[in-house]
């Protein structure tokens, strides 16, 4: 597939963080210390580009906490391998396991 | 939902219901369906985990991220959805009308191609004024100036000093001067190449490190003639040497001299010389070595000079900090250093070729410009006729809830389709008309090198015009299309939109434009073609046409100046005896050549100069029957004879306008000039001529004897008596007799010679000529196109007034009045513009003023004339209706 420009560094901050467990956008926001106004139009970004898809959570889950449901980011394989690239070069991203991740594998 | 919902959460889902509007409608639900969820979310949380006191104000930081990412989506989202769908609406708009699309696409490929391969020759020029050197930004030239000029050469000891006493401001500083060499290679035969001696500090100021081999080392820079090392460049390293690596540490002989090759230089680096390719390159210091020495005399100027400036200095500080040194060296050396120093960029710099280039392209890329503008006219006078026709899907649309905004960008898109085909198509011509680029080379004995490229700046370029050109021709329509009034449009039937008089006017306003334009170009043809046929015409000062010029150099071979001259001698004796011949002699240069022109400073005695004034005098130096040779009529004394020996007194013949110059009142036969330490006596006056250009003023000129002032290099000129051609193998057997190792080169006919003198204005002349050509058919079809729609809407008027009782002849007339109209009034703009602008090139003109009657004259009767035509074909049309036809559809 070919690749677009090298992922800014906030963009993988965000990936990381999502791949860490944050799925939702102001966990992410706690999570990569990045502010609203950034992290939604990246979130936009990122799956329009492949590397993240979203869902709206299930109903019945938010009910129990009377709530409307959220959407929530999971890696895709390429965000996962764009990821891991890109911890190549910021070094100073927390490693975590790969193992860990948390990606998700769209049934086609 | 949540019982405990405080104000302050209302507050912040508030916010994010106000922002719904920011959003695009087609994302709006589940923008603040998640917004809304995310933000619950947090507050519930937070109602769980208290954090503390600022917790929740610092919610309304994260809210406002909310509107951000929805302005974000409707910058984003949206336009890239309505791109799509408009890229797929224009494309089959384009598909569905391919006449229409043809006719557009086939003007502005017209337009954009003729200013991408102006663009890709003047950057292939200016990518030849230096090739491949580190941070050309950077580097100046530098003339010596004195009182009156400034473009004066330098010295050796000058450079020298300059370099060792240069200051802060000044990184570094060569020189360097061109030298022909004949090169052998392992007994070949002799190959003339062209080389500079440089400094030794040359390659590394320049930033060009060979990639094989090295440059010059500082003693080879500053010992004379103890290391004849050269470095070849990659062009002739792969010409001639088949890119041979073990080349480094070969022997080649240049002048007879042994040289051995150290290094090759990177690619695309071609020396100092603008527009050349140069061969090779030897340090300055075996200058002594190959040619008597000019090393160590300050007043001799020869060399050219490039300066390095500190990063961050700009050129009046480091002139300033230099001129310093010069005018300490002037008042050190008061009769042989300049008085001060001159910087230059190096596009204008006299040694790059200064500002006769300079202007030439600025022809180039305005008549190109004015082209492009034209042709630009043209599409958007096709796209408000289609427009007119689309009124009513317009309409439909607006009704439909379509935002004018929308519909600008939606036919904005439509015409950057337009514009990438025609870009494409730009290309397309730009890369046919490459070659063309040859035609206007220059005929002169060297390699001169321009080679446009379709190179990466070039497509940059290419890209820029295109969208300048959708934004020029597209706007206008789109705003109008968009402007339109829902109501008309609906109700009337499309003809009778059609004529509303405000896009009326717009079209017209074009067509008067393209006529202006177009009448600017053709009277600037107009005047380039009359200075064509004057610089054909001009006297150049002799009378012989049937003859030949050939370039000799005795240097190489090894002649010094004693079996220089004898061998001169015995050459023009040989030369007079061949069958044909009717006269011959040589000269250093070939009169009204491309290779420049010499003065010297003088004296004359009788004639006091007025303060401030330098007396400089043009000269070459000539053998005997020279002015019998080319035809220049003697007006008293006698010419050169081969009695005139160095063993006699110095002679010298001098031009009608020196002598009325210099000798006013006297007479000039028996006066005296000193030159150089030496008096020489006035034995001849000459007929002025033409000497260095075919538009110089008459300017005082004298004639050395080549006897007398020796120089190894000179051209043999003959006149003969019929077809010169048939003279060239007889020449040749003659030098093989006389000596094998003196090569002919540059052989050429003097009718060849005297088209040379006028390559510019020809040159200049047939690109205008061209242009204009162009443009008239640009807005001949333009007016056409008007006049023929305008003709159309009028088809029930006309109708009606032939059922009246109009001839056909009234109709005829009517309708040509409409476009003489039009056509008077761009004529009228376009006069004035001319006016104002054909004043630029003054400096180009010969024997025609700027403001020259006939060529304005006649470039308007032209216009006129194609115009008339244009508009009889429709008139004609609208006379042959049937007005019962005509009536019936209203």
Redesign the interface.
């Known amino acids: 597939m070919a690749k677009t420009a090298p992922l800014a560094f906030g963009a993988v901050s965000i990936l990381h963080a999502i791949a860490d467990g944050n799925r939702?956008?102001?966990d992410i926001?706690d999570a990569t210390g990045l502010?609203?106004?950034?992290?939604?139009?990246a979130l936009?970004?990122l799956e329009s580009l492949g590397y993240l898809t979203s869902r709206?959570?299930n109903v019945r889950d938010?009910r129990r906490?009377?709530?409307?449901?959220?959407?929530y980011f999971d890696l895709t394989a390429a965000g996962a391998t764009a990821l891991a690239g890109a911890l190549q070069r910021y070094k100073n991203l927390k490693p975590i396991s790969r193992a860990g991740w948390r990606v998700r594998h769209e049934p086609a | 939902?949540?019982?405990r919902r405080g104000p302050l959460l209302r507050l912040l889902l508030a916010i994010v219901d106000a922002g719904w509007w920011l959003a695009p409608p087609s994302r709006r639900r589940?923008w603040r369906?998640?917004w809304?969820?995310?933000i619950?979310?947090?507050w519930?949380w937070l109602t769980r985990h208290p954090r503390g006191v600022g917790d929740r104000a610092g919610l309304f930081?994260?809210?406002?991220?909310?509107?951000?990412?929805a302005f974000?989506?409707r910058l984003?989202?949206r336009r890239l959805e309505m791109l799509t769908q408009d890229i797929r609406y224009g494309w089959r708009l384009m598909v569905r009308k391919p006449g229409f699309t043809f006719v557009a696409v086939l003007m502005l490929g017209l337009g954009i191609g003729a200013n991408v391969s102006m663009y890709s020759w003047v950057d292939g020029r200016m990518r030849h004024l230096l090739g491949n050197v580190e941070q050309a930004d950077r580097l100046v030239a530098l003339n010596g100036t004195t009182r009156t000029r400034d473009e004066l050469s330098l010295s050796y000891p000058d450079y020298e000093d300059y370099r060792q006493r240069r200051p802060a401001s000044v990184d570094d500083l060569i020189v360097y001067t061109m030298a022909p060499m004949n090169m052998r290679v392992d007994n070949s035969d002799p190959q003339r190449v062209f080389t500079e001696m440089v400094s030794g500090n040359y390659f590394e100021m320049l930033g060009a490190r060979p990639p094989l081999g090295r440059a010059f080392l500082p003693e080879e820079g500053s010992v004379p003639n103890r290391h004849p090392v050269a470095v070849i460049s990659h062009n002739f390293w792969m010409r001639r040497f088949a890119g041979d690596p073990s080349i480094v540490g070969r022997t080649i002989t240049l002048n007879s001299l042994a040289f051995t090759v150290i290094g090759v230089a990177p690619d695309g680096f071609h020396g100092t010389q603008p527009y050349l390719n140069l061969d090779l390159w030897v340090p300055l210091m075996m200058q002594p070595a190959l040619a008597a020495d000019r090393l160590h005399l300050r007043s001799n100027r020869w060399l050219q000079a490039i300066v390095r400036l500190k990063p961050g200095v700009r050129l009046a500080r480091a002139e300033a900090d230099l001129g310093l040194i010069a005018k300490d060296l002037g008042n050190t050396y008061p009769d042989d250093a300049g008085s001060g120093i001159k910087l230059f960029e190096l596009w204008r710099a006299p040694s790059m070729g200064g500002a006769a280039v300079t202007a030439v392209m600025g022809v180039q890329l305005g008549v190109a410009g004015i082209v492009l503008l034209i042709a630009c006219a043209n599409v958007a006078n096709l796209l408000l006729a289609s427009a007119a026709t689309r009124q009513r899907e317009t309409a439909v649309r607006l009704t439909l809830g379509a935002s004018r905004s929308r519909l600008v960008q939606q036919m904005l898109t439509e015409s950057s389709l337009l514009a990438i085909a025609g870009g494409i198509a730009g290309i397309v011509f730009a890369y046919w008309t490459k070659d063309l680029a040859r035609l206007f080379v220059p005929p002169a004995p060297l390699p001169i090198e321009i080679n446009p490229e379709l190179n990466a700046d070039v497509m940059l370029f290419a890209a820029g015009v295109t969208l300048a050109t959708a934004v020029l021709f597209g706007l206008v329509p789109a705003l109008q299309g968009a402007a339109s009034s829902v109501m008309t449009a609906l109700k009337d039937s499309a003809t009778a939109v059609t004529a509303t008089p405000r896009r009326a006017r717009v079209r017209k306003a074009l067509v008067v434009a393209q006529v202006a334009l177009s009448l600017v170009l053709l009277v600037s043809a107009g005047l380039f073609l009359r200075t064509l046929m004057n610089a054909q015409s001009v006297d150049p000062g002799f009378s012989t046409r049937t003859g030949l010029a050939v370039a000799i150099d005795l240097q190489p071979a090894g002649y010094d100046a004693v079996r220089g001259r004898a061998f001169f001698r015995e050459m023009l004796a040989r030369v007079r005896e061949v069958p044909g011949v009717e006269a011959a002699t040589v000269a250093t240069r070939m009169t009204l050549g491309f290779s420049g022109s010499s003065d010297t400073g003088a004296t004359i005695d009788g004639y006091t100069p007025a303060p401030n004034e330098e007396v400089s005098l043009y000269y070459n130096r000539v053998g005997s029957e020279y002015l019998k040779t080319l035809g220049i009529a003697l007006v008293a004394g006698r010419e050169f004879t081969e009695l005139d020996t160095p063993e006699r007194p110095d002679v010298v013949i001098v031009n009608e306008t020196l002598a009325h110059r210099y000798f006013a009142g006297r007479d000039p036969i028996g006066g005296r000039i000193r030159v150089s330490g030496r008096q020489l006596e006035v034995v001849g006056v000459a007929r002025d001529g033409k000497y260095s250009n075919i538009t110089e003023r008459p300017r005082p000129y004298m004639y050395l004897s080549a006897q007398q002032w020796y120089r190894g290099d000179a051209v043999l000129i003959v006149k003969t008596a019929g077809d010169p051609g048939a003279l060239v193998p007889r020449l040749h057997a003659a030098f093989r007799a006389l000596d094998p190792n003196v090569p002919l080169f540059d052989v050429r006919t003097i009718a060849d010679h005297l088209e040379t003198a006028v390559f510019v204005q020809r040159m200049v002349a047939s690109l205008l000529a061209a242009f204009g050509a162009l443009a008239l058919i640009l807005a001949t079809v333009g007016l056409y196109g008007v006049i023929a729609a305008l003709a159309a809407q009028r088809t029930p008027e006309i109708g009606m007034r032939m059922a009246l009782g109009a001839s056909r002849g009234d109709i005829v007339s009517l309708i040509l009045k409409q476009g003489l109209g039009m056509t008077l009034t761009g004529i009228a703009i376009g006069l004035a513009g001319a006016f104002a602008l054909t004043r630029v090139f003054k400096s180009l003109l010969v024997g025609v003023s700027a403001t020259d009657g006939v060529s304005f004259a006649g470039t308007t009767l032209l216009l006129v004339v194609v115009a008339l035509a244009a508009c009889y074909l429709p008139a004609r049309r609208a006379s042959r209706i049937d007005p019962l036809q005509a009536l019936r559809n209203e």
């Not at chain 1, 906490?65 to 959407?71: A, L, M, Q, T, V």
């Open positions: 939702f956008g102001f926001m502010t609203s106004g950034t992290v939604y139009p936009e970004k709206w959570e938010a906490d009377k709530r409307p449901p959220r959407r | 939902m949540s019982p589940d369906r998640q809304r969820a995310d619950l979310h947090e519930q930081v994260r809210v406002a991220g909310a509107l951000r990412h974000w989506l984003h989202v």
